[in-house]
């Protein structure tokens, strides 16, 4: 994919289906407040998956400690939305 500007409408789609990749159990229960500790799995494994889909998809770089402060929805969206 090129490196393409998306709105912040467009960004929380590419996010919902991020985390429904990574959490397939949990699609159709997607909220933007769910936070690490709701989800079954979400492990330092799955957290690398979010981290890197989210970097590859964005085409964008999240730095170690970013990463490590993300444990919602939300807080990949608003990574994403200060990296591009």
Same mark, same amino acid.
């Given at each position: 994919?090129?490196?393409?500007? %998306?709105? &912040? $409408? *467009?960004?929380?789609?590419?996010? =919902?289906?991020?985390?429904? @990749?990574?959490?397939?159990? !949990?699609?159709?229960?997607?909220? #933007?407040?769910?936070?690490?500790?709701?989800? =079954?799995? #979400?492990?330092? !494994?799955? @957290? %690398? @998956?979010?981290?890197?889909?989210? *970097? *590859? !998809?964005? =085409?964008? *770089?999240? &730095?170690?400690? $970013?990463?490590?402060?993300?444990?919602?929805? @939300?807080?990949? !969206?608003?990574?994403?939305?200060?990296?591009?």
């Amino acid at each position: 994919m090129s490196h393409v500007i %998306l709105n &912040n $409408d *467009e960004i929380k789609i590419e996010i =919902e289906k991020i985390f429904s @990749q990574v959490f397939p159990s !949990f699609e159709g229960d997607f909220a #933007w407040d769910k936070h690490q500790k709701d989800y =079954e799995g #979400w492990d330092s !494994f799955a @957290q %690398l @998956q979010l981290i890197t889909v989210a *970097e *590859e !998809f964005f =085409e964008i *770089e999240i &730095n170690l400690d $970013d990463a490590i402060k993300i444990k919602s929805a @939300q807080d990949l !969206f608003d990574c994403v939305k200060s990296a591009t």
